[in-house]
């Protein structure tokens, strides 16, 4: 869109009646859907507003290119390709301005952040370059100003710390000097109530220049603060004392204290979408899920996509820098889009004390070795289990616990099992040398968490895949013997460490690693390569955005306590070939049956029977899966018969395409149906249409585990659009008998093994869905 005509566009859309959304917040609770159409809103309004010519935004006079390079960031981060013919043509724009034009500060850092954001190889001498620059001006007592000259304030200073962090990530060299000053400056300007104002002492405290402080700080004592573990006289020392330091604490305080997501806390509240920014910032430095008692981010989004105008897609603030659509739209999409990444593992809190963090940067260094592996932005959190609910523990797929002394947990045990019921990881470790109490009490808190003697701690054999997901541990490892699992259903679902991992992966992150002892390095590698291994594992690579926990069940699973009138209840039926072999399988379905498009209301408890058992008359719907080799009696062969011919379905699948009970399961239906036997149902049948209220799966994504070589890593299984095959027995023109000779089971479970055949876990729940609403809509015929 032609700048000139902006001004007349926004009239015209006031008008017309395009303005923001005054509401406090939407009608309905946030959904992940609501929040990726605002990011696309979003990126389709900047992308039309740059100028075609020359790859630029509107810039402004005193700033050159700074506006241009805030946009491109935005989009760079809100999933917009380096490869996309309008980021090439703001990168040649960017690369045009170098440091012989009356640089500043602001557009200096925002250009180091988009070329590390999208071409740091090609764009290194330039990174280096401004990095130099950015030294050249730190001003002796640590702060930057606008650019060369004296004085120095908290916004500016912030900016150039945030360029020189990202230029440090992607191996440009910055002066350890350089840190060390800018944490003691930052250090000496707090204010005594733990905020910062805009300069030491100028005013009072602000929220936006309070974010400010905590990300610097966060970033530079990651720079200088002694690691707690260390390597001396070629030992590793691990657990080392913590410095005493609590002006984070202060600083988080202050800010859940004074926390909004409406103004920016402070006297005047203005710099609001700038404010936003740092507060994301924060939320992810620190690892929190919470700034007080508020859920940053889900406030955060609720309140942008109440403010973002509906025709356009832009968003619009107050004062002369975010009254610029671009500007206030760029800070939103940043907000947006780097506050929604995917949460890789969360540390538990657990007393006594602060024993469940001996390595405090140890998960840190663990997500920033994935995201470079994985290519993904990642991030971490921290949570409490006693005051996290099982949603909110769901926003991480792995937990990770650590210490040296029995951990405190009593009444968590309720909780961490629901949490792994639906699909969660527990990560466990005993460190510090001597873990003895830790690991004592881990294993009796997780008998309470267990008590079925099926889910005990076992030994990890050398055929698990935690050796060799993704990289290879070495058979002399001394983690060998030493790696404890507990099997539950299709997976492995606890992961426990008699010895240091953390400690290692503290010590990774501090890219000391050259040099050192053999013995030293290789242990290195392979508690790097187990803690790797085990979040690729638990997540299948495929971590999901933090926007994805939105819609949550509490609510809907009160289902159950309402009483089961006018509620779809479905049996489980019993056998003898691994019939709770996928325990939350069909839990799963009826929980997406009832939260999703559907709206079922449904049961989600188990009704566990057999198939001679006369209690199975009572349900229209009978489910079962298996992966072993299995015989019905013959009365549980007649009482199937009878409930199959009075109106009944029976819906099945082979777990992981398991041959044994695929083939049993044939044989057994074929004993009890001698006329008749399985045939696969054609693709054409209303069951793979929406017609009974479901969906079109005429295509469905399933994947074929790779072929896997000895001695290497996992292969990532190839995972193909093909027609689902499906197999079924027809009684009176329906469909009484539903098999899927493809693992759903497991993926119901939100597991999609590396080495497990069968469908994806979204078209694995619809072909559940169809079969489902198929047995509720008996018009619907083969």
Known sequence: MDRRILPIFLACSILLG?????????????????????????????LAEQDKKNGSWNDMSDYPGGVTALCTLALLNSGVEPTDPQIQSALKFLRKFGLNKNPKTYSVALQTMVFCAAEPRRDLVQIQNNVNWLESIQQPGGQWSYGVGAGGDNSNSQFAILALHEADRVSATVK?????????????????????????GWDSGLGSMTCAGIAATVICEGRVATPNAAIQNGLVQCCQPQEDDDSLDRALTWLGNSFSVRRNPGPRGNWLYYYLYGLERVGRLTARRLIGEHDWYREGAEFLISQQYPISHHWEGKGHAEKSPHIATALALLFLSKGRRPVLMAKLQHGPADDWNNHQSDVAHLTARVEKMWGLDLTWQIFDPTEASIDDLLQAPVLFLSGSKSPQLAGTEEKIRGYLDRGGFLFAEACCFDGGPFEQGFRAYLDRVFPEKEYQLRRAGPEHPIWRVEEL?????????????????????????????????????????????????GRLDDANAIGVNVVAYATNREPKGKEESFTGTSALLELNAAGSRGTIQIAKLQHGGGCNDAPG??????????????????????FPVRADDKSLRRFHM???????????TPSERAALKEYLTNGGTLFADSICASKEFSTAFRRELKATFPEGSLRRIPVTDPLFSSAPGGYDIQKVSRRDPAQQQAGQPLRAPRVREVEPELEGIEIDGRWAVIFSPYDISCALEQHESLECRGYTQKDAARIGLNVLMYTLNPDVGP
């Not at 997976?491 to 501090?510: A, H, K, M, N």
């Not at 399988?585 to 188990?606: F, H, I, K, P």
């Not at 009978?622 to 019905?632: I, N, Q, T, V």
């Open 18 to 46: 395009d303005l923001p959304r005054l509401q406090a917040q939407p009608a309905r609770p946030l959904t992940a859907e609501q929040v990726r159409k605002s990011i696309e809103g979003g990126i389709k309004f900047l």
């Open 176 to 200: 350890q000097e350089t840190w060390e000053k800018a944490a003691e400056y930052w250090k000496d300007c707090q204010n005594p109530d733990g905020s910062w104002g805009y300069r030491k």
């Open 473 to 521: 541990v070495r058979p002399e490892s001394p983690y060998v013997g030493r790696l404890w699992t507990v099997e539950y259903g299709c997976r492995t679902c606890v992961v426990f460490s008699e010895i240091d991992l953390s400690c290692y992966w503290e010590l990774y992150g501090q890219g000391r690693t050259r040099g050192l002892p053999g013995a030293v390095a």
């Open 585 to 606: 399988a069909l839990v799963n379905l009826l929980r997406t049956a009832a939260q999703g498009d559907l709206q079922l209301r449904v049961s989600t408890n188990e």
């Open 622 to 632: 009978a489910f079962m899966h298996g992966r072993h080799d299995f015989k019905f």
